[in-house]
């Protein structure tokens, strides 16, 4: 089953739908980008607590449009993601789907104010049907004691468990917003369970203008759990290395009503 494969490649894109809160990082998360796809290593994160607080300008019903650009295995052939061959038939080939971002309603901000948050399930369940298809996908759910914690159920008795670990978020000018994840990911099945590690680094920069759009550069890095017999093959100077690399444009279109 083909999607079963794109799946893979689906959830580091789902989590962008599931950023929470981090503090900012003395390093820049805009260098890590500019230094694709040569990346040693994680970036500097904290441990994740709470939802992402995004700046107010995500609020709202949002169109996205998503075009995988570039695509990199440092280790291919020896060692492959499952689906990485298969996902090339993504690339220049723009998906549409809608988003939304909604006020937080579970506590107030030190300063006394409402953050605005990724409606994550609605989120996660669009971005997964408008790659998959309204049949595979059966639900996206949020943990209700754990915002980091997502669990997509799928046909076939199979499920995808991902929880963001840590992460940190980077605002140098008003109008740009960087955040980078790091989250665990076991992809279940009946016959089958299969763990690694994504991170999820994006940078946001709103377009002042009439359209009222954001656009982003968005890179998800897979790494393979130390569980992974190719574990040892990925290391270097023993500081793992991404075995994929997947670069993104998003683009938001602010919906009205």
């Known amino acids: 089953m083909k999607w079963k494969w794109r799946f893979f490649w689906l959830t580091g894109l789902v989590l962008l739908w599931l950023l929470c809160s981090g503090t900012a990082q003395a390093s820049s998360l805009a260098d890590r980008l500019a230094s694709f796809p040569d990346w040693q290593g994680k970036p500097p994160t904290q441990v994740s607590q709470g939802d992402l607080i995004y700046p107010d300008w ?14 990199v295995a440092p280790f291919a052939p020896d060692v492959v993601t499952p689906g990485f061959e298969s996902n090339r038939q993504f690339i220049d080939q723009p998906i549409l789907f809608p988003v939304r971002f909604v006020e937080e309603k579970r506590g107030l901000l030190p300063w006394g104010k409402r953050g605005i948050i990724s409606d994550r399930a609605f989120n996660g369940m669009s971005l997964a049907k408008a790659y998959l298809g309204d049949r595979p996908v059966l639900a996206v759910k949020v943990d209700p004691t754990n915002p980091n914690r997502q669990i997509t159920l799928l046909r076939d008795e199979r499920e995808l468990v991902s929880t963001v670990t840590t992460r940190a978020i980077e605002s ?9 994840e790091v989250f665990q990911q076991e ?21 002042v203008g009439e359209n009222l759009a954001i656009v982003a550069d968005q890179v998800t890095a897979i790494y393979l759990s130390p569980q992974d ?3 040892f093959k990925t290391l270097d100077n023993l500081v793992p290395r991404p075995v994929a690399l997947y670069r993104y444009r ?7 009503g």
Not at 59 to 64: E, F, K, P
Not at 172 to 180: D, G, K, L, R, Y
Not at 250 to 256: D, N, R
């Open 58 to 71: 995500f609020t709202g019903r949002w169109q996205v449009t998503t075009t995988l650009t570039k695509m």
């Open 172 to 180: 140098a000018e008003p109008n740009q917003f960087i955040t980078s």
């Open 187 to 207: 992809f279940r099945s009946v016959s089958q369970l299969y763990f690694n590690q994504v991170e999820n680094t994006t940078a946001y920069q709103r377009q």
């Open 229 to 231: 017999p190719d574990y």
């Open 250 to 256: 998003l683009e938001f279109v602010k919906i009205s």
